[in-house]
């Protein structure tokens, strides 16, 4: 009997993955057709890597674009150089008090920098 382990993505196809995604997922369809996935285990796979770039979704009041709340959490997280996830509870807070935070940071960075 074969210990042989059947692996879903060589380290080849993630080379060529990580190589091949731009954040653009109008071409998950293609990307899975060249490596012969799915649309969602290619997804998938970007996840894992931590590569994957989610789509913004445009709210149809106001215009403005509905971030989640946990990208505003990873982005503060960059912004203080914490590993993801150190800050997970501020997920909890208000839409509005995380955006007011890390407007205040990237000002603050911002003033830094000049």
Do not use: C
Request: aromatic residues 4%.
């Amino acid at each position: 009997m074969s210990n042989s382990k059947n692996v879903a993505w060589s380290t080849e196809m993630t080379e060529t993955l990580s190589a091949t995604y731009t954040g653009d997922n109008t071409q998950l369809e293609a990307i899975a057709q060249e490596f012969n996935k799915s649309v969602p285990m290619v997804r998938s796979k970007l996840v894992s890597m931590k590569i994957y770039v989610p789509n913004t979704a445009v709210r149809k009041v106001g215009g403005d674009t509905a971030i989640r709340k946990i990208s505003q959490v990873r982005s503060v997280e960059t912004m203080l150089s914490l590993p993801d996830g150190s800050l997970s509870s501020f997920e909890k807070g208000s839409k509005k008090d995380l955006s007011t935070l890390l407007d205040a940071l990237i000002a603050l960075s911002d003033h830094q920098a000049s």
